[in-house]
């Protein structure tokens, strides 16, 4: 999340006037308080960045501190600049920036011109005074999507825009999967390391886990034909409601934020995040009826991809979950445990769909898996 504090994302307290006390940000703190304070004792340096450094677009001119927030993985100011019409946005990479901002800069620069994106101004790998990558960008104002049935249609089409658009001159992968085949290996990967440490805490939650993973990849593996010539089409990597803004007046529907994992990817995989996501009332029938007739032809049985992957998302977030909980138990397993709670509907939902057609999966007590898990 990043663009906006108040009129975009989901509002985050603003921390520009906190002063942080000695000790604030040391090992005693939450990782938020620590950013936190980072963040309120960085604002004189940015400030002083886009006022005086050689790299700054800005050099030479009055520069006003609107508001500041912390995103997921950056921190972020909001600065109005004497003879500049509008605001503009300093974002600074607090993870992988130097990654994350480059995808961000050639989203911004490929998708601008569309009004899917801000406009970029500059980005700088080593800023003079500061810790990290920055970007610079164009505040946009808009309207928060609330993830309604109205603007999943208005999501609908911005992935169609973005998923139709020409991947030439895209020099770089999207973060998540490119295709099937791809997820099969991680996956195949996971089980290898849960199967041992489930059957290590309880035999009869491994021997669970195992059936439900031999039906979900079973699956998988039947859906691979779709893949064959699917080609590769630009997508945004956190397409969600949360990171779009609706817009007065622009050339797109929406505006989408946070490109940090922007590239060459699967449509079908990112329509399918987005409904698992969203959960429609209609399982998505509205959506797909928007998305899927300005990519027709384009995009291969796109509409059979996207199903395969919606049955496959709840065993990845199972696995993900239960990786999380065996790689650092001591750090995560307070904060998997709680959201185990959260992912047992999705999970008993995964059994209704069937992860793997055409054989249903037999009866899995998914309640006993994560409780094996965290217990």
């Known amino acids: 999340m990043s663009n906006q504090q108040s009129n975009g994302h989901v509002r985050r307290d603003e921390w520009q006037h906190v002063q942080p006390a000695a000790g604030e940000a040391e090992s005693g703190a939450s990782p938020i308080e620590r950013r936190i304070a980072t963040g309120a004792e960085l604002t004189p340096a940015v400030l002083a960045y886009l006022q005086q450094a050689p790299g700054s ?4 001119r009055e520069v006003a501190l609107h508001a500041a927030w912390d995103g997921d993985d950056n921190l972020l100011w909001r600065v109005g600049v004497e003879g500049f019409e509008g605001a503009a946005v300093l974002k600074l990479f607090v993870d992988a920036g130097l990654a994350r901002g480059r995808r961000t800069l050639d989203a911004h620069e490929r998708c601008a011109g569309t009004g899917l994106a801000p406009r970029s101004f500059w980005f700088d790998r ?16 808009g309207a928060a999507l609330e993830g309604s049935s109205d603007e999943l249609l ?6 169609a825009a973005l998923h139709g658009s020409s991947p030439e001159g895209i020099s770089r992968y999207g973060t998540q999967p490119l295709n099937l085949s ?9 089980v290898r390391s849960l199967a041992p440490w489930l059957a290590a805490r309880d035999q009869s939650v491994a021997a669970a886990f195992e059936s439900l993973a031999r039906h979900a990849l079973a699956g998988a593996e039947a859906a691979l034909p779709l893949w064959q010539n699917a080609p590769l089409r630009p ?3 956190e397409l969600l409601p949360q990171n779009a803004l609706r817009t007065a007046g622009g050339p797109a529907p929406v505006l989408l934020l946070d490109w940090e994992h922007y590239g060459l990817g699967d449509p079908a995989r990112e329509a399918a995040r987005l409904l698992h996501a969203a959960a429609p009332p209609d399982d998505g029938a509205a959506f797909l009826s928007r998305y899927l007739p300005p990519l027709q032809g384009a995009l291969p049985a796109l509409d059979a991809r996207i199903a395969a992957w919606r049955r496959l998302l ?4 199972l696995t993900g979950l239960l990786t999380a909980l065996r790689t650092a138990p001591p750090l995560l397993a307070p904060e998997a445990a709680a959201e185990v709670a959260m992912l047992l509907g999705l999970l008993h939902g995964a059994a209704e769909r069937a992860l793997a057609a055409p054989n249903r999966p037999p009866e899995t007590d998914y309640a006993a898996i994560l409780a ?3 217990g």
């Open 57 to 60: 677009l800005f050099a030479g």
């Open 126 to 141: 080593a800023p003079e005074s500061l810790p990290e990558p920055l970007l610079v960008y164009g505040w946009v104002e």
């Open 154 to 159: 208005l999501l609908a089409e911005a992935a």
């Open 314 to 317: 709840d065993f990845e977030a």
């Open 182 to 190: 791809s997820w099969l290996e991680l996956q195949r990967a996971s």
């Open 372 to 374: 094996g898990a965290t």
């Open 235 to 237: 997508v945004h990597g």
